[in-house]
Nanobody, 116 residues
Framework: QVQLVESGGGLVQPGGSLRLSCAAS????????MGWYRQTPGKQRELVAR????????YYAESVKGRFTISRDNAKNMVYLQMNNLKPEDTAVYYC?????????WGQGTQVTVPS
């Protein structure tokens, strides 16, 4: 059974930073591409960042490029999202999942709030 547990969200002022963590189990983690996704009410979940199984090649949505950094630790089955220079439009629930995502494996997510 795949389990993905996100943590590290919170309330942060514009320009601040947060580091999100995701603990994965039930998958062969070091063979999976992983992604961070986010969702705001009334909108579709969007891919924010993606990392290859070996962590060599990453993708970022244009809106976060240069501010967010995705990384992983295959020894710990963890994936991270370092978020710097946060903006109000980054406010969302953030989720991790494989890429492509496994529909049945979405966790609870972690809320990030950046007030305007």
């Amino acid at each position: 059974q795949v389990q993905l547990v996100e943590s590290g969200g919170g309330l942060v002022q514009p320009g601040g930073s947060l580091r999100l963590s995701c603990a994965a189990s039930g998958i062969i983690f070091n063979s999976q591409r992983m992604g961070w996704y986010r969702q705001t009410p009334g909108k579709q979940r969007e891919l924010v960042a993606r990392i290859t199984s070996g962590g060599n090649t990453n993708y970022y949505a244009e809106s976060v490029k240069g501010r967010f950094t995705i990384s992983r630790d295959n020894a710990k089955n963890m994936v991270y999202l370092q978020m710097n220079n946060l903006k109000p439009e980054d406010t969302a629930v953030y989720y991790c999942n494989t890429f492509p995502s496994l529909a049945a494996s979405w966790g609870q997510g972690t809320q990030v709030t950046v007030p305007s």
